[in-house]
């Protein structure tokens, strides 16, 4: 597994990703710091998500379940990699950094493509919940950017 234990190795890992789909990697690995904490095997089972938007879709137990969990560094909903094509059997691969931080990327950049402004593009990859989600994120952004000399 890749090893994120240094800010240069974190920028690099957002960077790779972020550059494919003409993001900002600052701003990737402030996502990645809010929905993580740079953690990569993070998850987080959501109940109302299971209720709301799976439970109707008659699927096997853990297929569903899984679905509303979110995993990995970008807390990639098993739902959301379904509908980008996910296709490998066990959602957990989201795990990966690779793998979660490209999906985590590439519905990103639908999020920026969509909305205006970089806040509103923010929330709504988080889904709304969060207000303050947008603002928070962007002030995490400067934890990854280079210090520029001579500056006090």
């Known amino acids: 597994m890749t090893d994120l234990s240094t800010n240069d190795a974190r920028v690099g890992l957002a960077k790779k990703w972020a550059t494919k ?5 600052f701003i990737v690995c402030a996502v990645i710091e809010q929905e993580s904490g740079w953690n990569p095997w993070a998850m987080r089972f959501e109940p109302a998500f299971l209720a709301r938007y799976i439970s109707g879709m008659n699927l096997e137990a853990t297929e569903a379940q899984a679905r509303a969990t979110s995993f990995g560094l970008m807390q990639i909903m ?35 493509s969509v909305h205006m402004d970089p806040e509103t593009s923010l929330l709504a990859y988080n889904g709304g919940g969060n207000p303050e989600y947008g603002h928070q994120v962007l002030a995490r952004v400067a934890h990854y950017m280079p210090a520029v000399e001579g500056a006090d």
């Open 21 to 25: 789909y003409g993001l900002d990697p």
């Open 78 to 112: 098993g739902q959301v990699a379904r509908e980008k094509g996910f296709q490998s059997k066990y959602l957990t691969q989201l795990c990966d950094p690779d793998v979660g931080v490209e999906l985590g990327c590439r519905k990103l950049q639908e999020c920026f």
